[in-house]
């Protein structure tokens, strides 16, 4: 039948796939470029990813990105397991509706509207902006993340298993932590790595919430950019993509590594 | 009054485990209504009853996992209604056998013991005990998922078993394996229970597999106990067409009770008469098919209640053929003939005229 490919599949493909990976791929290969133009090649060299181990302020804002996005992501996890749990677990509540819509809405809130919202409650708090305002917004921003991804795990989680541990003699938090959390961990990992990639990348909230103290590489690259692109800032990014592409890959592993042990334990 | 005193007999003055008046409601649906029974120290239970009837219900109240909108639950003569199940000294086998899957073989079975806070030296020599006693001694480090389905289900009996629990609680412990495997299993579990001493409470919807394995069964039919008694009395002396129907195979003969016999469209029939039955009340001759004789003649002797009819349909089932008679009320009633000759089928065929005979104790009458 028509499952062959036929011209106009393969040139859609191809034209969507170009559309969405040459900016990137064109991006990449001139962080190699040996020339200072941007626009002109002059052959493969790591000339700007040299230049880069010498750009103080560069590094700076790279290793303040990784720690936010570290804390962020940590605590996001935790805080979007805690609510994944009660989602699927306490039944219906009182206010279970309501609750579940305010995990989610930041999965549809524009993020200026996110930044604005966060900025004008630490003014209104009148906290010392910086990497603790920071960290705290990207919180917010990844928390409803984690609880998704937790949650599609948790509802198929077969019930069972807690009742055998807690008939065998185990009470229901140690159950909690001995059988439910070791086998709902590649959910909250995947959790945890998509935060970490939201949260290295975020510009919008960043710019928002940030002081004169905190500059992430976002907000750096975005700076020297307004003056011209130079070189060096394609090797960031592309350090940035490789980041967060294995980053990708590896939670989307360990999410499926789980789902197949499973399937094959019958459970 | 009859049942009763055989349910006194063989739970014991003092029953390990007593439902009292125990219902259970989910919203709207009532899974589990007025139930009373007792089960004996060393006993090996059957809850019976087709899908749906509350028995995986029932089995849960007493681990724990459910609490009874009435009546108690008592174990040992305490009522352990408000006890959670993690302190609860009854294990529990589950339908899925709800292994966990992070966990190895011996991981698995040690489960138990871990949460007592045993020693490192009696957890391995336990463990290994369990996995002898399932016959699987070098499985310990496999991983659950290199496990076949039989395996799988003694990974889970040894779990259970591992903290010789007061009683051991099986749901549907046969349902997923295949039916060879199925009856070597049953035999096995007898072995296991007679070996330990545990008390077992099983619960199936397969009433060949309760017979086998139980002394003694309880018949539910929607939430109510309709009988409690041994497999034998449950197949000859059921209390009710239910239950008789339920339980094997059976034609039902409707009538009026006279003296020490039946009177039916079909003729009167001698019979035993049922207890506390009045003459006149309408009734129900039961009569099972392996029971009957079939001849192609009248039999001689005149004790023998005997009825003609045709041969509707034959059904061939190698080591017996079911014979489907109709009667002149056009009724079909069972006839089971065992192939014991060599040549096997026997000498009728459709539409052949033949008398079926019984003797009057081989029937069963039934009130209700
Ligand atoms: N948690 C529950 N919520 C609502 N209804 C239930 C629940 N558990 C069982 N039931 C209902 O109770 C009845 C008995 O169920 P169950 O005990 O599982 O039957 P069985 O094990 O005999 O097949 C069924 O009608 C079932 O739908
Ligand atoms: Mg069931």
Not at chain 1, 217 to 229: A, D, F, K, Q, T
Not at chain 2, 33 to 46: K, P, Q, R, V
Not at chain 2, 245 to 266: H, N, P, Q, R, S
Not at chain 2, 272 to 296: C, F, N, Q, S, Y
Request: hydrophobic letters at 50%; glycine letters at 8%; charged letters at 20%.
């Amino acid at each position: 039948m028509g499952r062959r490919a036929s011209i106009f599949n393969i040139v859609s493909v191809t034209l969507g796939l170009a559309f969405l990976y040459l900016p990137i791929v064109i991006l990449v290969i001139y962080s190699f470029n040996g020339s200072r133009l941007v626009t002109v090649w002059g052959g493969w060299s790591l000339t700007w990813y040299r230049a880069l181990l010498s750009d103080r302020a560069m590094i700076d804002a790279a290793w303040t990105s990784l720690r936010i996005a570290a804390l962020s992501a940590s605590a996001a996890t935790v805080l979007g397991t805690c609510a994944a749990v009660a989602l699927t677990r306490l039944g219906r509540f009182r206010g279970r509706l309501l609750f579940s819509g305010m995990v989610y809405a930041p999965l549809v809130m524009p993020e200026v509207i996110t930044g604005l919202s966060l900025l004008l409650l630490f003014v209104a708090l009148d906290v010392d902006r910086g990497f603790w305002t920071i960290s705290i917004a990207h919180t917010t921003l990844t928390m409803c993340f984690v609880t998704v991804i937790v949650q599609s795990r948790l509802v198929s989680f077969d019930r069972s298993l807690e009742e055998a541990a807690m008939d065998l003699g185990c009470p229901p938090l140690k159950t909690f932590l001995t059988v439910t959390l070791p086998l709902i961990l590649p959910a909250i990992a995947a959790g945890w790595m998509l935060a970490f990639s939201l949260s290295l990348d975020d510009l919008v909230i960043a710019s928002f919430t940030t002081g004169p103290g905190a500059t992430t590489l976002p907000i750096r690259i975005y700076s020297e950019v307004r003056l011209g692109v130079k070189p060096e800032i394609n090797a960031v990014c592309t350090i940035m993509i490789a980041v967060v592409a294995v980053a990708t890959v590896v939670a989307s592993l360990a999410s499926k590594r789980g789902a197949v042990r499973r399937e094959r334990a019958g459970a | 009054m009859a049942e009763a005193a055989t349910q006194e007999q063989t739970a014991g003055d003092r029953p390990l485990v007593r439902f009292a008046g125990v219902a259970k409601r989910f919203g709207q649906i009532t899974a589990v209504e007025e139930f009373t029974l007792d089960i004996g120290e060393g006993e090996f239970f059957a809850l019976l009853g087709p899908s749906g009837c509350g028995k995986t219900t029932l089995l849960r109240m007493l681990a724990g996992f459910e609490t009874p909108s009435a009546g108690s639950i008592l174990l040992d003569g305490e009522d352990i209604v408000a006890v959670p199940p993690h302190r609860r000294p009854v294990n529990m086998m589950f339908q899925n056998y709800a292994l966990f899957p992070h966990l190895s073989v011996a991981g698995n079975i040690a489960f138990g013991l871990r949460q007592e806070r045993a020693g490192r030296a009696e957890i391995a020599e336990r463990v290994a005990e369990m996995l002898a006693l399932v016959r699987m001694p070098d499985f310990g480090r496999r991983r659950i998922d290199q496990l076949s389905g039989g395996q799988r289900q003694r990974v889970a009996l040894a779990r259970a078993l591992i903290k010789r629990p007061r009683v051991l609680l099986l749901d549907e412990p046969m349902a997923a394996l295949d039916k060879k495997l199925r009856a070597e299993t049953q035999f096995e579990l007898m072995e296991l229970q007679r070996r330990l001493g545990t008390t077992f409470v099983i619960v199936t919807h397969d009433q060949d597999e309760a017979m086998t394995v139980a002394d003694r069964i309880a018949v539910m039919d929607r939430g109510r106990l309709a009988q409690v008694a041994a497999p034998s009395e449950i197949y000859e002396r059921p209390n009710s067409r239910w239950v008789a129907d339920f339980i094997g195979e059976v034609t039902l003969l409707e009538g009026m009770l006279a003296e020490g016999a039946i009177e039916t469209v079909l003729g009167r029939f001698r019979a035993a008469m049922p207890a506390g039955g009045r003459k006149r009340d309408t009734v129900w001759l039961a009569l099972r098919p392996e029971k009957l004789h079939i001849a192609a003649q009248r039999p001689a002797d005149g004790n023998l209640n005997a009825i003609p009819g045709t041969v509707f349909e034959i059904g061939y089932r190698g080591d017996m053929s079911i014979y489907k008679v109709r009667l002149a009320d056009r009724s079909l009633m069972k006839v089971a003939l065992a192939n014991t000759s060599a040549r096997g089928r026997a000498s009728f065929g459709i539409d052949d005229v033949v008398w079926l005979s019984w003797p009057p104790e081989a029937g069963w009458v039934l009130t209700r």
